[in-house]
């Protein structure tokens, strides 16, 4: 992660039936012309862009943790909204009580606000079911408050279930398999070696492929030693030959990050739950940056700027998006830090 922490839900069209398939990461064309790879604590990550179209699912999605539901009870416009569980695993729990076969319930990519129902069974089954389960879903929603949803059925398929790292790895180029391996190298060098060495470090990230070369890092500001861990990264690159790579070091504040990390996670996913969930919002998505200063929180709308009412309905936004903001268990998150709420149309336009 950039100390430049900058947060936006993506928008990424994936067809209902090839939901599924987005979060096996396959989506072979654009797997074969980028692979990266970060190293996290003890933890490697394989990325390449089909992963980071599950990375915008999972953030795209309603969730609501115990913790954010006790907030949001606590706010006059989200106190309906008090789900203990995400939307979806709610969904799915009620519809099998009920008596469906129901493998489980996704939401679509944002900013399509649907619920896609994954029915288990025949096809028979599927056929006879689909629209007895998906008026059912309909009426689950309604009673959590959810009136900005709608829902589709999908007949849930085993071979889409994930597939696993080799399998991943078939469906990619020699060309690319081979800016793979060279990243295992590399990633596995540079954290022996940071280990060895006693570098303080959060994390770093390897990107590999025909169009970037590089290595990044993340140094808290009290580790002095930055020209060390830049040339120890650089003999390893050298004694591999894998060309020429640029060497990136994202110095940052520790206490300035938990607390940007704090509001990302504590703040933002309320926030945007509550305002996505109901019509009156008029919201498709929202957006965050602390650079440059003040933190911007972009509540992003379907109102067009002509519309004779969209004023209106910017400032009921704004105003309850500065209720939330000010209730006593965000303030203890926020800790004072500025910030700018900015409402915009679906044309880009600044309505408040």
């Known amino acids: 992660m950039s100390n430049k922490i900058k947060r936006e839900i993506d928008n990424i069209e994936i067809p209902k039936e090839l939901h599924y398939r987005a979060k096996q990461g396959i989506q072979q064309a654009k797997v074969e012309t980028k692979v990266s790879k970060r190293f996290m604590g003890n933890r490697k990550i394989a990325i390449s862009t089909a992963v980071l179209i599950m990375f915008f699912i999972v953030i795209g999605s309603t969730f609501v943790s115990p913790?954010?539901?006790?907030?949001?009870?606590?706010?006059p416009f989200l106190s309906n909204i008090t789900a203990s569980a995400p939307?979806?695993?709610v969904l799915t729990e009620e519809l099998n009580e009920r008596g469906y076969k129901v493998h489980g319930v996704d939401q679509a990519p944002y900013p399509k606000k649907i619920m896609?129902?994954?029915i288990?069974?025949?096809?028979?089954?599927?056929e006879d079911n689909k629209d007895e389960i998906l008026n059912e879903a309909e009426d689950i929603l309604l009673a959590h408050n959810y009136d900005a949803f709608s829902v589709q059925t999908v007949k849930y398929n085993r071979e889409k279930e994930l597939v696993t790292e080799e399998e991943m790895m078939e469906n990619l180029s020699e060309e690319t398999k081979q800016y793979v391996?060279?990243?295992d190298i590399l990633i596995e060098e540079i954290h022996q070696k940071f280990e060895e060495s006693g570098f303080n470090t959060s994390g770093f990230g390897v990107t590999h492929n025909e169009y970037d070369h590089n290595v990044?890092?993340?140094?808290?500001?009290?580790?002095?030693?930055?020209?060390?861990?830049?040339?120890?990264i650089q003999q390893i690159i050298d004694s591999n030959d894998f060309g020429e790579f640029d060497i990136k070091l994202n110095i940052f504040n520790k206490e300035r990050r938990e607390l940007e990390s704090a509001i990302a996670t504590s703040v933002i996913p309320p926030l945007h739950e509550g305002l996505r969930a109901r019509k009156e919002f008029h919201t498709k998505g929202m957006a965050y940056s602390f650079h440059p200063l003040p933190l911007q929180i972009i509540v992003k709308t379907t109102i067009d700027s002509s519309d004779r009412d969209a004023k209106e309905i910017a400032k009921k936004i704004e105003t309850n998006v500065e209720e939330f903001l000010n209730t006593e268990e965000i303030k203890k998150v926020m800790k004072n830090e500025p910030y700018k709420?900015?409402?915009?149309?679906?044309?880009?336009?600044?309505?408040?």
Do not use: C, F, H, W
């Open 67 to 75: 913790t954010m539901s006790s907030i949001l009870a606590k706010v």
């Open 116 to 118: 896609y129902v994954a």
């Open 216 to 232: 990044t890092v993340d140094v808290p500001n009290t580790e002095k030693r930055t020209a060390e861990i830049e040339q120890t």
């Open 120 to 126: 288990n069974g025949t096809q028979a089954y599927y």
């Open 87 to 89: 939307i979806e695993k």
């Open 181 to 183: 391996k060279e990243s």
């Open 341 to 352: 709420i900015i409402v915009r149309s679906s044309d880009q336009n600044k309505l408040n």
